[in-house]
């Protein structure tokens, strides 16, 4: 499943874009300011991220430009307003990857998504991530440790690739949220460490740490 950030400070574009790309299946988070997409976009995993160029506290050009300065090599579609060349020009070289001019038709911009993510994953796939023994092979959805295959509920699976793909990093429970419930839980809610217990009971509680204050991390 697909993970996208929006970064949208219109809540009318933000509902119109989060309802289309839920409804054909992908995972969505919204936030509507620059500083918010940048904290986001370097604490959890996503697939895909459309970032509005008009934002509150800061140009979406600048955003683009310090997360890709910062190492973060996320796909980008930018949203813009703009039709000048200049401003098309100015988007690319920074490190998008597409653009749309609003006023924009949903079947158009998820048909610039899709082909993104078919073009990143010919060329980023990665299949089986692993942890010493333990294995999670994304392609046949199977779980495995040395004592013999494991079943993981949907959202377990996604969770544990989450830990794989972050392994020894802290993420908080706002960031599991993020990245695997894409928000549509409240952040005071115990769903995280339900699950993490869930997985600990299934895959041995020694494999994932509580960072007091802090959150989890699969070391």
Same mark, same amino acid.
């Not at 307003?81 to 020009?89: E, L, Y």
């Not at 494991?150 to 794989?164: S, Y």
């Not at 695997?180 to 115990?190: A, E, I, L």
């Given at each position: 499943?697909?993970?996208? $950030?929006?970064?949208?400070?219109?809540?009318?574009?933000?509902?119109?874009?989060?309802?289309?790309?839920?409804?054909?299946?992908?995972?969505?988070?919204?936030?509507?300011?620059? /500083?918010?997409?940048?904290?986001?976009?370097?604490?959890?995993?996503?697939?895909?991220?459309? =970032?509005?160029?008009?934002?509150?506290?800061?140009?979406?050009?600048? *955003?683009?430009?310090?997360?890709? &300065?910062?190492?973060?090599?996320?796909?980008?579609?930018?949203?813009?307003?703009?039709?000048?060349?200049?401003?098309?020009?100015?988007?690319?070289?920074?490190?998008?990857?597409?653009?749309?001019?609003?006023?924009?038709?949903?079947?158009?911009?998820?048909?610039?998504?899709? =082909?993104?993510?078919?073009?990143?994953?010919?060329?980023?796939?990665?299949?089986?991530?692993?942890?010493?023994? $333990?294995?999670?092979?994304?392609?046949?959805?199977?779980?495995?440790?040395? &004592?013999?295959?494991?079943?993981?509920?949907?959202?377990?699976?996604?969770?544990?690739?989450?830990?794989?793909?972050?392994?020894?990093?802290? $993420?908080?429970?706002?960031?599991?949220?993020?990245?695997?419930? &894409?928000?549509?839980?409240?952040? &005071?809610?115990?769903?995280?460490? *339900?699950? *993490?217990?869930?997985?600990?009971?299934?895959?041995? /509680?020694?494999?994932?740490?509580?960072?007091?204050?802090?959150?989890?991390?699969?070391?």
């Amino acid at each position: 499943m697909n993970r996208i $950030l929006i970064v949208e400070d219109s809540e009318r574009i933000a509902s119109f874009i989060q309802k289309g790309l839920r409804a054909k299946g992908f995972t969505t988070t919204v936030v509507g300011d620059g /500083a918010s997409a940048i904290d986001y976009a370097a604490g959890a995993e996503f697939d895909m991220i459309i =970032l509005d160029i008009g934002l509150p506290d800061r140009d979406g050009f600048s *955003v683009l430009d310090e997360l890709r &300065g910062s190492g973060v090599r996320t796909p980008v579609i930018i949203l813009t307003a703009r039709d000048s060349v200049r401003d098309t020009v100015t988007g690319l070289e920074g490190g998008a990857d597409d653009y749309m001019t609003k006023p924009f038709r949903f079947e158009e911009l998820l048909a610039r998504i899709r =082909l993104r993510l078919r073009t990143e994953e010919r060329h980023t796939e990665v299949t089986v991530l692993t942890a010493g023994d $333990l294995s999670l092979d994304i392609h046949t959805r199977r779980v495995s440790t040395a &004592g013999g295959p494991v079943d993981l509920t949907a959202r377990e699976f996604v969770l544990l690739e989450l830990f794989l793909r972050h392994r020894g990093q802290v $993420l908080s429970r706002e960031q599991i949220l993020s990245g695997v419930w &894409g928000y549509d839980f409240d952040p &005071g809610s115990n769903v995280v460490d *339900v699950n *993490v217990r869930s997985l600990r009971r299934k895959l041995g /509680a020694q494999r994932f740490e509580t960072v007091r204050g802090m959150g989890y991390r699969l070391p």
